[in-house]
């Protein structure tokens, strides 16, 4: 998976994040504000090193997933997006992080996009997200491509959920 794109007159890639990447996924981590990790994460998270980068990197396998979008030279990352398949539930729990220099682009979007496409071909019947209820942009983003609203016990998160439909069955003659 490498694809360019194009957004407001900007160049970016598309791909697979990497174990080679972790320098520019270092940089990104600590660039970001306390408020972005916390919606991220969920909690706040101390200053990363390449020796520490490894478990947030991740190892990219079918059922764990990320995907970020670099600059066009590849050493600066300004989004990411991860996907988790859970293959007894068939549901795909998704996460996404746009550096704040680079938010308004449509980045989000795109990311949103190809992990809801990297879920349909991994065969999954949900796309889910657990947002707090107070972070509205990323819950109008999500529900602008259909994800509805499914509360959780604890009042201060939201989980919102995607019905991905069935695969078409062929009809022969
Ligand atoms: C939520 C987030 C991913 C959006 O990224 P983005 O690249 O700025 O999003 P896009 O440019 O693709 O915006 C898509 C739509 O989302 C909504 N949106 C995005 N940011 C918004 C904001 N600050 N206020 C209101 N709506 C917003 C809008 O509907 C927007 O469409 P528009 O620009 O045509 O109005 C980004 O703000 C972010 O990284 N937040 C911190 C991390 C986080 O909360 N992640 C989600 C939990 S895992």
């Known amino acids: 998976m490498l ?4 957004l407001k ?3 970016f890639v598309l791909r697979l994040l990497e174990p080679t ?34 478990p947030f ?14 600059n066009e030279e590849q050493d600066r990352i300004a989004a990411i997006g991860r996907c988790y398949l859970d293959p007894k539930t068939k549901d795909a729990e998704i996460a ?15 990311l949103l996009q190809e992990l809801i496409e990297l879920a349909t071909r991994e ?7 657990y947002i707090a209820t107070k972070n509205a942009p990323v819950i109008k983003l999500l529900q602008s491509v259909g994800f ?12 919102l959920v995607l ?4 695969p078409s069955i062929a009809i022969r003659d």
């Open 3 to 6: 694809k360019s794109i194009l």
């Open 123 to 129: 065969g999954s019947k949900t796309v889910s997200a």
């Open 163 to 166: 019905l991905l439909p069935s």
């Open 96 to 110: 996404i992080v746009v550096a704040e220099a680079m938010r308004r682009l449509g980045l989000g979007s795109l």
């Open 148 to 159: 509805e609203i499914q509360p959780v016990e604890n009042e201060d998160d939201l989980k």
């Open 9 to 11: 007159r900007q160049k």
């Open 57 to 70: 990197l991740g190892d990219n396998t079918p059922q764990a997933r990320a995907v970020a979008v670099f």
């Open 21 to 54: 990447d972790v320098e520019a996924y270092v940089t990104l981590f600590n660039q970001l504000g306390e408020e972005t990790i916390r919606c991220r994460f969920g909690h706040l998270i101390a200053n990363l090193t390449p020796a520490t980068a490894g």
